[in-house]
């Protein structure tokens, strides 16, 4: 009677084994049908329009402006960190520091964001004329070398010359526009721009694997310069990204159940194996 109880409850056991064991089975990465996360895009706002004030700026999923992320008080020559969003088609509104969100904004533009890519919108133009201009990033760079471009948003000086040191990275660019990237040794340089009556140097810095923007800006003694960092190290999350998902951005897959199954099912031992040394005779 006894053996015939053991093997009872033995039966008893490897059933709740093989069942967890199939549970785990259908839940393992492997079996998961549970979606992998989309690719996300990057997108960052810069607010270069020397004659324009201080401007809140407005980032929604196109045709849904209820769910904005929204940057407040962006002065000329801000930069903001970029924000993490789903692909798709989003549209950017530019009002008045303190307007009401219900105002007219001075300025709306719709654009696509694509999976793994990076984006600037830059705000340019004299005030009134204010346009603005979706700049694709990149991430990644040559082997052993640093990536730069120049972006000219001076409205003092309309043609601008610009090297790092023996570099010449821009001649005579003219305002709102931008350089493609190019490729350059690493290092601490000095940084020229030469405009009609204007020389102006900067000391830089640039390290091995990092992407920058230099950006040509107005200053109440002429010009100076704001070296941006697009990317550092290669990253595929560009450097001083934010999560910002304009109310969701994909969803991560699921914590992977594995583990806690394997703890389940060690715990179904030795709880078989207690009952059995207390069910045998004396």
């Given amino acids: 009677m006894r053996l015939l109880r053991r093997l009872a409850w033995l039966a008893t056991i490897t059933t709740l084994l093989g069942g967890t064991a199939g549970l785990a089975s259908a839940t393992s990465p492997a079996a998961s049908a549970a979606p992998a996360a989309a690719p996300e895009g990057w997108v960052r706002i810069a607010h270069l329009s020397p004659q324009a004030p201080a401007m809140d700026m407005y980032v929604y999923p196109f045709g849904d402006p209820g769910r904005p992320i929204v940057l407040k008080d962006v ?4 930069v ?3 924000m993490a969003v789903s692909p798709g088609q989003y549209t950017v509104a530019m009002r008045g520091f303190g307007a ?6 001075a300025l709306t533009t719709s654009f696509m964001v694509g999976a793994g890519t990076a984006y600037t919108l ?19 760079t040559p082997a ?3 990536v730069v471009r120049v972006l000219q948003a001076s409205l003092k000086q309309h043609l601008v ?16 526009t931008a350089t493609p990237y190019t490729a350059v040794s690493p290092g601490a ?7 009609p009556g204007q020389h102006t140097a900067t000391p830089v810095r640039l390290a091995a694997g990092t992407v920058h923007t230099i950006v040509v800006l107005d200053d109440s003694s002429g010009l100076k310069v704001d070296a941006v960092t697009d990317a550092a190290g290669s990253q595929i999350m560009p450097k001083g990204a934010v999560s910002a998902g304009f109310g969701g951005t994909a969803p991560r897959p699921p914590a992977n159940p594995a583990p806690w199954l394997v703890t389940i099912v060690a715990g179904a031992l030795l709880a078989a194996a207690g009952l059995i040394r207390l069910r045998r005779p004396a």
Avoid: I
């Avoid at 009401?100 to 904004?105: E, G, L, T």
């Avoid at 340089?189 to 405009?195: C, E, G, I």
């Fill in 122 to 140: 830059a705000a340019l133009g004299p005030d009134p004329g204010l346009r603005t201009e979706v700049l694709k990033d990149q991430m990644t």
């Fill in 80 to 82: 903001s960190a970029y």
């Fill in 144 to 146: 052993g070398q640093a």
């Fill in 100 to 105: 009401p969100a219900s105002s007219k904004p």
């Fill in 161 to 176: 010359t610009v090297s790092y040191g023996p570099d010449v990275l821009a001649r005579q660019l003219v305002f709102g």
């Fill in 189 to 195: 340089q000095t940084v020229r721009f030469t405009a």
């Fill in 75 to 78: 002065s000329y020559g801000a």
